[in-house]
């Protein structure tokens, strides 16, 4: 028994009604009825003026209802130009997180879908998500860390990025050809979408696996649709088609649009167009010319279409482009449109509806191009109609469009599920700062959400079915972040260092606000540290209260006349792992600090160094007795204070050698430091010798002199 079915292609400048008798999967057109809008009623496949629309829609249903009866519902699409396909990317921080499975994909892709329905969003004040239905969408890249990657799946690193085009339909779309098919007094028997309804019908099931792109190419806009991989991956428009062909004519030769239009037409099948321009005449032009004169604008329409394909197919020529639609028969395009996309010619194909299997037409319907779609609406309402599905999310029923296998991700789209409600809240992080560099110490990341499909556990992925309950338990949030001074101070300013075989492990001294603070103390938000590091053997010492080394290995010196005079040979020699050193030299994790220590010499020793005579000593020989006379020549003030020659000098001191008795020694002196004296009675005279000849008490002796008083007895009274 065959049934009949009412379809409308409800179209920027006309509208096709069909008659499809549909028998054990055969289909006849039986009628075909195509009226032009009077007014500017559509734009862009949104209905503007749904009463002109509804006019137009009830003339057709009334002109057919003639022939064929009663007609109460229809099968509409919603035009592939009314779609809007968005690019958008979305960058996530994942340090420190478990590896990438295939569920964090799944949020992740919708996420960017979701950053792509705002984008659509951001200059329309009182828009909402809902809006729009997301018709689908196809990843263009991942990235981790900033390369390209094939996939996340089981990858780590810093940051994770992701790029989608997704498309939707305004929910507007669909509320107006309601609206007008309601006014005609007609109920919505199937909704499709024109790509999908073109594709249907043109290419089985079978092959839709493969990479083909779908032209329909109108007057205004040409639609785009890819497939791959058994479905509809992307969709598209560009606004230029037919009318850019009419458009270069009507310039060229001056004509009015409508003639320049029937001179178009011409072209399909005459050798000799004929054309009246502004002013009334008549002439015939050969073909070929008129088709130079048009070939920049034919050229013009192939590179918009194919950079669009290329475009959506991410970046790739598809394996074949099928095109439909009245601007489809322009002369040429399929050449262009083959070089355009460096597809051989055999590639690149008008479709008319010859190419429908298991369909015939009544004789008075001519086989075009222009036809495919609305016959395919007629049959996509009895094979493939989009249903809406009824579906409760979070105790909230929400109904959209089973465009394709719907998903639970679909349904988060829907009912505007954010992408971040799929995650528990990250905890608070810290942000410090540490010698004058802020550093952000981030919280724990929140727990993924739980999905319950039905009650049971579900992905983003999980395919749905009308009736089907999904409840979303919010996932647990992460903790504040955590840290301690030993956290964020590097390992290698830690460090074990041996001084004469005593083990010291110096840490850096971490100041926390101006105060100084252990390194397991913890720290909080906005904190402020200072760290000194031990990074020279003299840090060491200061840092392990050995000051009293540091000023032995400090090079010797004094100051003298206000200069300083360093003297290393009273210096403490220094050896970092047996290798002589200084006190500035860099200390390594391990070093072992040895010394050979000199002492600080004495006020003599120092005088003797310098050459200095601090006493004037000679020995001489006095009336056969060894007599040592001194005196001191020099005195030794030691930072303002008067020493002793056994007294020791510091290190830094300040010296002065102040000049004394510089006097000579004369032969009188011995008698200071001799015992001899002349006998109490001794009478008579006496003489004087230095080394046994005559001398006087002001004769300057030296050391090695031998002197001696002779004397000699007064003779007696006689």
């Not at 209905?47 to 509409?76: C, R, W």
């Not at 000849?693 to 030296?702: K, Q």
Request: aromatic content about 6%; overall charge negative.
């Amino acid at each position: 028994m065959s049934s009949k079915l009412f379809a409308l292609d409800i179209g920027t400048r006309s509208v096709v009604g069909i008659i499809l008798e549909e028998n054990n999967d055969h289909y006849h057109v039986a009628d075909i009825l195509v009226k032009e809008h009077k007014e500017r009623a559509m734009v862009d496949g949104q209905i503007h003026n749904v009463l002109f629309v509804a006019q137009l829609i009830n003339e057709i249903k009334t002109e057919l209802e003639m022939k064929h009866g009663p007609l109460t519902k229809v099968s509409v699409a919603a035009a592939g130009r009314a779609l809007k396909t968005e690019q958008a990317s979305i960058t996530i921080p994942i340090k420190n997180r478990p590896i990438f499975t295939e569920e964090d994909i799944s949020r992740l892709e919708l996420q960017a879908v979701q950053t792509a329905q705002q984008q659509l969003l951001q200059h329309k004040e009182d828009a909402k998500t809902s809006h729009y239905y997301c018709v689908g969408y196809s990843v263009l890249f991942y990235r981790l860390d900033g390369e390209e990657i094939g996939s996340l799946l089981d990858q780590q690193g810093d940051e994770a990025a992701i790029e989608v085009i997704a498309t939707f339909l305004p929910r507007v779309v669909v509320e107006s050809l309601l609206a007008a098919l309601k006014r005609a007094d007609l109920e919505m028997e199937a909704l499709t979408l024109e790509p999908i309804a073109a594709i249907n019908v043109l290419i089985p099931p079978t092959m839709r696996r493969l990479n083909v792109a779908l032209v329909d190419i109108g007057a205004g806009t040409s639609d785009i649709a890819i497939t791959d991989k058994s479905t509809v991956v992307a969709y598209g428009m560009v606004p230029t088609a037919g009318d850019e062909i009419t458009e270069a004519l009507s310039d060229y030769y001056l004509l009015d649009f409508p003639i320049a239009e029937l001179a178009k037409r011409q072209m399909h099948k005459e050798e000799q167009i004929l054309i009246q321009d502004i002013l009334g005449f008549d002439q015939y032009f050969p073909r070929e010319e008129v088709l130079q004169a048009i070939y920049p604008a034919i050229e013009n329409l192939a590179t918009s279409i194919g950079e669009e394909i290329l475009r959506l197919n991410s970046g790739q020529a598809p394996k074949a482009v099928m095109l439909v639609g009245g601007g489809s028969l322009t002369p040429h395009l399929t050449d262009e449109l083959g070089k355009m996309l460096n597809l051989p010619a055999n590639r690149v194909a008008v479709r008319g509806i010859d190419a429908i299997q298991n369909l015939t037409r009544d004789e008075s319907i001519v086989a075009t191009p222009e036809l495919v779609t609305p016959i395919g609406i007629a049959i996509a309402a009895k094979k493939a109609p989009i249903p809406y599905m009824s579906i409760t999310v979070n105790k909230q029923i929400i109904r959209l469009f089973e465009l394709k296998e719907m998903t639970v991700a679909d349904a988060f789209l829907a009912a505007n599920i954010r992408a971040k409600q799929l995650y528990g809240k990250p905890g608070h992080g810290l942000s410090i700062t540490v010698n004058g560099q802020d550093i952000l110490i981030p919280g724990e990341h929140g727990q993924p959400a739980s999905i319950l499909l039905n009650g049971e556990e579900a992905s983003t992925k999980s395919l749905i079915k009308s009736g089907d309950t999904i409840e979303l338990i919010e996932g647990k949030d992460g903790t504040t972040a955590t840290v301690s001074v030993r956290d964020i101070v590097d390992s290698a300013s830690v460090k074990t260092i041996s001084i004469r075989d005593t083990l010291y492990i110096v840490e850096p001294k971490v100041f926390v606000n101006g105060k100084i603070v252990a390194l397991d103390s913890e720290l909080n938000d906005r904190d402020v540290v200072v760290m000194e590091t031990v990074e020279t053997v003299e840090e060491v010492f200061k840092h392990t209260n050995n000051l009293q080394l540091l000023e032995k290995f400090r090079s010797y010196y004094i100051h003298i006349d206000a200069k300083p005079v360093y003297l290393p040979e009273f210096s403490s020699e220094l050896f970092i792992n047996g290798k002589p050193g200084k006190v500035q030299y860099p200390i390594q994790n391990g070093d072992a600090i040895t010394f050979a220590q000199s002492s600080y010499p004495t006020a003599a020793m120092l005088a003797n160094h310098l050459n200095v005579l601090l006493e004037d000593k000679i020995v001489v020989t006095f009336q056969n007795e060894r007599v040592e006379l001194v005196k001191t020549a020099r005195e030794v003030v030691v930072n303002g204070a008067v020493v002793q020659g056994y007294a020791t000098i510091p290190n830094g001191a300040t010296v002065q050698l102040i000049d004394k008795d510089q006097s000579k020694w004369i032969y009188q002196d011995v008698f200071r430091f001799s015992t001899w004296q002349l006998p109490t009675a001794f009478k008579g005279h006496f003489t004087i010798l230095r080394n046994g000849a005559p001398s006087t008490f002001d004769t300057e002796i030296f050391g090695g002199d031998t002197l001696e008083i002779q004397l000699s007895a007064q003779p007696a009274n006689i």
